[in-house]
């Protein structure tokens, strides 16, 4: 990540876990988010999505659907709210660490970044649901793993000085990725992904292009306070 004297950032990378990732920081972060859950017999196909609570009991197809879905998401958000995307890359062996990267650069307002680097994990879980994948313990391990590693990036932009406003970040996401337009082209860019694992900037703004998305507007410092 870096930055410039005028609260612009340049570069930033959002990450995803794979399922080696969380078990790396070992079991007791896993615990920290599932508590009861862990411990509880493994899912099976037979008891259908909606029994699925934790991302690392998916079957493979739907984990890397979901995958995909998440760095889909950030492509697409990041590149709808005027970010030049670098590439979004994900990967095929579950058991590595880091399972998908998304590389956006800039110069661009620190809330662009946090808006883009939030929309992984919103997405993830949207796609989820819309397969039936509704279980709550689910779509926590979702947002606290899966997302962890995004969030983090938002934290060290603060923590550097740069405005960002997190609440705003998930606000302007939940309304972009509502809009059956863009969710669309989030869902068309998965596809795209899973075939081909590497998408660069041009690939993405075809897609934009094909749903007729244009630039999006999403709050920033400049246009006022959090509040108003």
Known sequence: MAGDGAGRVHTVAGTSEGDAGWRERDDAAHRSVHGQFLGSPTSTGGEGPEAVWCTSRLADDVYWQAGAAHEAAHAVVGTAVGLPLVHATLEDDRSVRI???????GPGD???????LAAGAVGQSRWLCTA???HPELHRCVRAIGGG????????LAAQGFIVDLQRAHLDVSRLLGDPGLWAAVEQTAWLLLARRHLTSADVIAVLETHRITTQQVWTPDIGSADG
């Not at 399972?99 to 650069?105: A, E, H, K, L």
């Not at 620190?110 to 883009?116: G, K, N, S």
């Open 99 to 105: 399972s998908g990267v998304v590389s956006f650069t």
């Open 110 to 116: 620190a809330q662009l970044f946090a808006v883009w």
């Open 132 to 134: 039936g994948y509704g």
């Open 149 to 156: 590693a995004d969030r983090a990036e938002t934290e060290r």
